[in-house]
């Protein structure tokens, strides 16, 4: 399985962006949560939303009520919509599938990461 986003930028403060992410290669039909993570500068990596196999969804609490991820199965895309856009959005934003594969060996867990598409947000 390989993720790649897209749909980053420059835009002002109050603004919206959608980013996407699609799935591709072996074993998407084995991807079962998928995520939206950021890293901003000096800072570590954090979860921004995640949405499950079912449709579940969970937010990071600054996102709440401005960011929205939702997931076509069919063409394994998600999506972030991101409205209301703030400064301290700023970051490169990476896409995360969860992969489980079973075999008769038994289960095999992965975590695949995109490259990341960068989002800045001017004041």
């Known amino acids: 399985v390989q993720v790649v986003e897209s749909g980053g930028g420059l835009v002002q403060a109050g603004g919206s962006l959608r980013l996407s992410c699609a799935a591709s290669g072996r074993d998407t039909e084995s991807i079962t949560a998928m995520g939206w993570y950021r890293q901003a500068l000096g800072k570590q990596r954090e979860l921004v939303a995640g949405i499950s196999s079912g449709g579940s969804t969970d937010y990071v609490d600054s996102v709440k009520g401005r960011f929205t991820i939702s997931r076509d199965n069919a063409q394994n895309l998600v999506y972030l919509q991101m409205n209301s856009l703030k400064p301290e959005d700023t970051a490169v934003y990476f896409c995360?599938?969860?992969?489980?594969?079973?075999?008769?060996?038994?289960?095999?867990?992965?975590?695949?990461w995109g490259q990341g598409t960068p989002v800045t947000v001017s004041s």
């Open positions: 995360k599938a969860d992969v489980t594969i079973v075999t008769i060996e038994g289960k095999t867990k992965l975590e695949v």
